[in-house]
């Protein structure tokens, strides 16, 4: 295993400063959400209990692995949760899958934290450093649907209208601000743009967890009612035109295991 202290092409992978390590910190996040969520039945097939210990990396190219632990002892960095494949088949898949999340979080800070002690951040780095994480949603929050729930809870002071108008829209881009901006009048663009924001600003991608962003496209599933980016799932705006009903990955592979 190669693992976490590997970049891409092989070359060594040591970030230095806070903004490093947070870098490396959202890299690793979002290949581990998308082993649990976009990914989850790839996922769930290699992990198979009659293999041996296996663990679940997340990479800094945004990619995921499950393969065996280190070898080296101590290893280069600290290991993932060990033998999470042994777990599959005792307990419901949604609730392995949360136990991986929380393993998978604990494993994140814990990367974060031995990168922070081996360049020797200060108690101010450190600082800024677990700020700047906490700000995102934990993997057992997005995975749990925990991080959507949170996001209601904060819109609750919304306009009903406001709320309506969000549920009803299957895309966001930018052609589409565009084309309503072109059909307002210039004194009602400034308050269009602000509607937007206040309605979508804190709305999180149920892939990467990441905020909405009036500049990117974004999904809605017709099912869980969840928000992704188009990249996040694949789904080009040109392609949701197209799409009547749009389901999220994991409401398909619900909905197959189900006809199976």
């Given amino acids: 295993m190669e693992g976490g202290g590997v970049g891409v092409g092989g070359e060594e992978y040591n970030p230095r400063s806070v903004d490093d390590v947070f870098r490396d910190f959202k890299a690793r996040r979002a290949a581990l959400i998308k082993a649990l ?53 005792g307990m419901q898949e949604k609730d392995w899958l949360s136990l991986v999340a929380v393993h998978s979080d604990s494993w994140l800070l ?26 995102l949603p934990t993997i057992y929050e997005v995975v749990t649907g925990a991080a959507k729930k949170q996001q209601r809870e904060k819109s609750s002071i919304s306009s009903h209208s406001g ?24 004194d009602e663009e400034e308050g269009l743009d602000e509607q937007d924001e206040e309605e979508h600003g804190e709305t999180l991608c149920g892939a990467c967890g990441e905020n909405y962003a009036s500049d990117e496209f974004w999904i809605c599933c017709d099912l869980c009612e969840k928000w992704f980016h188009g990249k996040c ?28």
């Avoid at 041996?52 to 990479?59: D, F, K, S, V």
């Fill in 37 to 89: 969520t976009t990914d989850v039945e790839e996922f769930y097939q290699q992990c198979d209990p009659e293999k041996e210990n296996l663990c679940l990396y997340g990479l800094p190219n945004e990619e995921w692995e499950v393969n065996l632990p280190a070898e080296e002892v101590p290893p280069e960095l600290p290991e993932p949760a060990l033998g999470i494949n042994f777990a599959r088949d």
């Fill in 110 to 135: 814990s990367v974060a934290f031995y990168f922070g002690a081996r360049f020797g951040f200060d108690k101010s780095h450190r600082k800024r450093l677990f700020n700047m994480i906490n700000d």
């Fill in 163 to 186: 709320k309506k108008s969000k549920s009803n829209s299957k895309v966001r881009a930018p052609d589409y601000q565009e084309k309503l901006t072109k059909l307002q009048p210039k």
């Fill in 233 to 260: 799932v694949k789904i080009t705006p040109a392609r949701a035109e197209h799409i009547k009903q749009y389901k999220c990955p994991a409401c398909s592979n619900k909905r197959a295991r189900v006809d199976i």
